[in-house]
């Protein structure tokens, strides 16, 4: 059956693929329908799936080589290429990271090579909460006034895990001396060229910690300034889950944010595979 691409906003950002078969072994050339939606929607929703876990790895390394997310305690038992989101419990013991991702960012961006893509699976998702929010940042770098995108032009942000991670993660522990010396700080260009579309992209997200060239109190609020402009509502999909739902996004022209749910009452398991990416390319704003 061919598949449809429905999109979910009249500006194009984000796409429902309605008639995949649900385990998502697609032939050729829905395949590649697909992932040139991928490219033309940065956000794409499968509903109805009945993925396996070799099912879902299978087709997220279609997309390109997969990333194994460190550290490997919230991966799934056997299947390393799968990083657990959320609260769900086995024997008592947590499977899974909780409260990964509030707060908006592109996976991997405090990273020296961030993540291209990831795809995230509800296996088990609570009926209200949860919610999962998408930001459009080629409509949030097209959206600046034209003197700040002048001034954003050619400079890169810093993003710091070591000074952030006691923020965003209040709830674990601090990093040991290994894992600082793993996640040292990284400059990515703030106008970032997509290599695929061509199109920039704002770069930034919770993890910015201070802008080249910009003394650091006010890059820092700088920082705070274009993270509020990319959640503005009208840059924002809101994905509601419903068992079964699967969400591709790309990390590198998308923000996204989880949002709370009643822990005490409900779980929310989560899969997620996640794609390996490449350098930042900085945008050539001459051109
Ligand atoms: C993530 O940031 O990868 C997880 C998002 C979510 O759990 O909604």
Same mark, same amino acid.
């Given at each position: 059956?061919?598949?449809?691409?429905?999109?979910?906003?009249?500006?194009?950002?984000?796409?429902?693929?309605?008639?995949?078969?649900?385990?998502?072994?697609?032939?050729?050339?829905?395949?590649?329908?697909?992932?040139?939606?991928?490219?033309?929607?940065?956000?794409?929703?499968?509903?109805?799936?009945?993925?396996?876990?070799?099912?879902?790895?299978?087709?997220?390394?279609?997309?390109?080589?997969?990333?194994?997310?460190?550290?490997?305690?919230?991966?799934?038992? !056997?299947?390393?290429?799968?990083?657990?989101? &959320?609260?769900?419990? $086995?024997? =008592? *013991? +947590?499977?899974?990271?909780?409260?990964?991702?509030?707060?908006?960012?592109?996976?991997?961006?405090?990273?020296?090579?961030?993540?291209?893509?990831?795809?995230?699976?509800?296996?088990?998702?609570?009926?209200?909460?949860?919610?999962?929010?998408?930001?459009?940042?080629?409509?949030?770098?097209?959206?600046?006034?034209?003197?700040?995108?002048?001034?954003?032009?050619?400079?890169?942000?810093?993003?710091?895990?070591?000074?952030?991670?006691?923020?965003?993660?209040?709830?674990?522990?601090?990093?040991?001396?290994?894992?600082?010396?793993?996640?040292?700080?990284?400059?990515?260009?703030?106008?970032?060229?997509?290599?695929?579309?061509?199109?920039?992209?704002?770069?930034? !997200?919770?993890?910015?910690?201070?802008?080249? &060239?910009?003394?650091? $109190?006010? =890059? *820092? +609020?700088?920082?705070?300034?274009?993270?509020?402009?990319?959640?503005?509502?009208?840059?924002?999909?809101?994905?509601?889950?419903?068992?079964?739902?699967?969400?591709?996004?790309?990390?590198?022209?998308?923000?996204?944010?989880?949002?709370?749910?009643?822990?005490?009452?409900?779980?929310?398991?989560?899969?997620?595979?996640?794609?390996?990416?490449?350098?930042?390319?900085?945008?050539?704003?001459?051109?």
């Amino acid at each position: 059956m061919a598949l449809q691409i429905r999109p979910l906003a009249p500006n194009g950002f984000g796409a429902e693929v309605v008639g995949a078969d649900p385990t998502l072994q697609l032939d050729d050339a829905a395949f590649r329908q697909v992932e040139q939606a991928w490219f033309d929607h940065s956000i794409l929703v499968f509903r109805n799936l009945a993925m396996t876990p070799e099912q879902q790895i299978a087709f997220t390394r279609r997309l390109g080589p997969l990333h194994i997310m460190v550290p490997l305690q919230y991966n799934l038992d !056997g299947y390393p290429e799968i990083f657990v989101v &959320g609260n769900a419990e $086995e024997g =008592g *013991k +947590a499977v899974g990271m909780r409260r990964a991702g509030m707060g908006f960012h592109s996976d991997g961006e405090d990273k020296a090579i961030p993540n291209a893509g990831s795809f995230l699976f509800g296996v088990n998702v609570p009926p209200e909460g949860g919610d999962t929010i998408f930001a459009d940042m080629y409509s949030a770098w097209d959206a600046l006034p034209a003197a700040l995108r002048d001034r954003l032009a050619g400079k890169r942000a810093r993003f710091s895990r070591i000074e952030l991670h006691h923020v965003h993660y209040p709830h674990l522990p601090a990093l040991t001396e290994e894992q600082k010396r793993d996640r040292p700080d990284v400059w990515h260009p703030i106008a970032r060229k997509h290599p695929r579309s061509g199109r920039t992209a704002l770069y930034i !997200g919770r993890w910015a910690v201070e802008i080249e &060239g910009i003394p650091q $109190e006010e =890059g *820092k +609020a700088l920082i705070a300034e274009l993270c509020a402009h990319a959640q503005k509502p009208q840059f924002l999909y809101r994905h509601s889950w419903r068992p079964g739902d699967a969400v591709l996004w790309d990390n590198r022209c998308t923000q996204h944010c989880a949002t709370p749910f009643d822990e005490e009452r409900y779980t929310r398991r989560m899969h997620r595979t996640t794609l390996e990416g490449e350098q930042p390319l900085l945008a050539d704003l001459a051109a």
